[in-house]
C-alpha cells in the first residue's frame, strides 16, 4: 500500500517546527521514519502533515553530564550505541542497544523516536523506565520535565501533547561504587555484565533482584488499574 496525501515541512528552527505542529491537529513529527513511514504505508497514521526535524538546529548530540546523559531528538540509535563515554559511564546502555532491531534501522532510527512511539517491546521505554530517567518537551507553552514511569501511560500512548517535540531523553548514570547503586539497576547489570571497578556482592545481587522483581509487578498492577479505569 502507499500512504495517503500529506504534506511535508522541514523547518530549521525548533520555534518553526512547534508552531507547524501547533497550526494543524493531524500534524506530526518526523525523526527517523522507521516507524512512522511504514505505519503511513499501511494507512495505521493518516497525518495531514510531515513536520521533519532532521534540520532543526540543536537537536543533535550526546551530552555527559555529572548526573545524566542527555540523549538529543536527533541521535540515532547507532550513535548511542557506539558513544565511547556512554559505554564507560552506562554499560548497561551498550548492551541494550545491541539489540534494537538490526544495524541499517539504528542507522536511522532516533533513540527519542523510538520514546515517542512508547512500543512497550521496544528497548528504550524500558530502559528508561528502569534508570529512572526523563524526557523535555518543548511546545507552545513553554518546556517540561517529564519523568519517564510518567511519561509512558499506555500501549503507544504518551503524556506528550500533540503540539509538543520531544527535544532530549535523560538518561541516569551509573554510579562508581556498588553502595551507591540503585537496586533495579544493579540487578540488571549484574545480570549483563560486571565492570571492573564495580564490585556486586552476590547477596547484593539477590536483593537488587528483589526490587527490580517488586517495581515490575507495581508499575503492571499500575497498568492494570489504568486498564479497568478506561475499560
Ligand atoms: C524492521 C524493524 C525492526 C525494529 N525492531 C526494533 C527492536 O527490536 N527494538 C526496538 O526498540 N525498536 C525496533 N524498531 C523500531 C525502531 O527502533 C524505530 O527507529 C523507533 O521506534 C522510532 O524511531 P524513529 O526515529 O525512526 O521515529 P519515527 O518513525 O520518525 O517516529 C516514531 C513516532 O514518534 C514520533 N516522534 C519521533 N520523534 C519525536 C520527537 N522528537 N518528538 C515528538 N514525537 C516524535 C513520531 O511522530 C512518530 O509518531 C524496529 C523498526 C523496524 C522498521
Redesign the pocket.
Known amino acids: 500500500m502507499k500512504p495517503s496525501i500529506f504534506n511535508y515541512k522541514a523547518p530549521a528552527t525548533l520555534e518553526d517546527a512547534i508552531s507547524l505542529l501547533a497550526g494543524d491537529a493531524d500534524a ?11 505505519a503511513m504505508n499501511f494507512r495505521a497514521a493518516n497525518p495531514s502533515l510531515l513536520v521533519d ?1 532532521q534540520h532543526v538546529a540543536g537537536l543533535r548530540g550526546i551530552v555527559v553530564g555529572t548526573e545524566s546523559i542527555v540523549v538529543k ?1 536527533m541521535v540515532r ?1 547507532r550513535e548511542f550505541e557506539l558513544d565511547e563515554d556512554v559505554q564507560r559511564l552506562n554499560p548497561l546502555i551498550a548492551e541494550v542497544m545491541q ?3 538490526h544495524i541499517p ?1 539504528r542507522n ?3 533513540v ?3 520514546l ?2 512508547a ?1 512497550p517491546s ?3 521505554p524500558l530502559l528508561l523506565v528502569l534508570l529512572g530517567g526523563s524526557v523535555i518537551a518543548q511546545g507552545p507553552a513553554g518546556r517540561r520535565e517529564i519523568a519517564a514511569e510518567d511519561f509512558f501511560q499506555s500501549f503507544l500512548t504518551t503524556a ?1 501533547n500533540q503540539d ?4 532530549e531523553a535523560r538518561f541516569s548514570l551509573l554510579p562508581p561504587k556498588a553502595s551507591d547503586l540503585d537496586a533495579a539497576v544493579a540487578a540488571s547489570v549484574a545480570a549483563v555484565t560486571q565492570p571492573d571497578d564495580i564490585t556486586v556482592s552476590a547477596s547484593y545481587r539477590r536483593r537488587a533482584l528483589g526490587t527490580l522483581i517488586r517495581r515490575m509487578v507495581a508499575k503492571a498492577a499500575q497498568r492494570a488499574q489504568m486498564a479497568e479505569a478506561v475499560s
Open positions: 506530526v513529527v518526523l525523526a527517523g521514519g522507521q516507524t512512522l513511514l511504514s526535524i531528538a540509535h539489540h534494537v532491531a534501522i536511522r532510527g532516533t527519542v523516536g523510538s515517542c512511539h512500543d521496544a528497548e528504550m506528550r509538543e517535540i520531544v527535544v
